[in-house]
């Protein structure tokens, strides 16, 4: 079992940046991928970006590819991921999220979750 805490959520404006960071406890971490996902205000869950704890392989949505880095500090158990260029369309709820084995994007395949932090961006 894996638990995660987000932090860093706040107000900004466009063309802004902001970091979010996860912090992930649990044992076997070498084994998951560690991802962050967002809900924007009445639509679904997406995925953003994940990291491979064992090897820093990441994954990007082309939505956010060469605008959001994802990074893992193994040494203090820590995830971030850094937004720059930030556009209206970004408002959502972030969440960090935790899966065993093989990386995917589906939300549905990962058991364990942060409680989400809140990002608006304002035009």
């Known amino acids: 079992q894996v638990q995660l805490v987000e932090s860093g959520g706040g107000l900004v404006q466009a063309g802004d940046s902001l970091r979010l960071s996860c912090s992930v406890s649990g044992r076997d971490l070498n084994s998951y991928h560690v991802a962050w996902f967002r809900q924007p205000p009445g639509e679904e869950r997406e995925f953003v970006a994940t990291?491979?704890?064992?090897?820093?392989?990441?994954y990007y949505a082309d939505s956010v590819k060469g605008r959001f880095t994802i990074t893992r500090d193994t040494a203090k158990n820590m995830v971030y991921l850094q937004m720059n260029s930030l556009k209206p369309e970004d408002t959502a709820v972030y969440y960090c999220?935790?899966?065993?084995?093989?990386?995917?994007?589906?939300?549905?395949?990962?058991?364990?979750w942060g409680q989400g932090t809140q990002v608006t961006v304002s035009s």
């Open positions: 990291i491979r704890w064992f090897g820093d392989w990441t």
């Open positions: 999220a935790a899966t065993f084995g093989v990386a995917t994007t589906e939300s549905k395949y990962y058991r364990n």
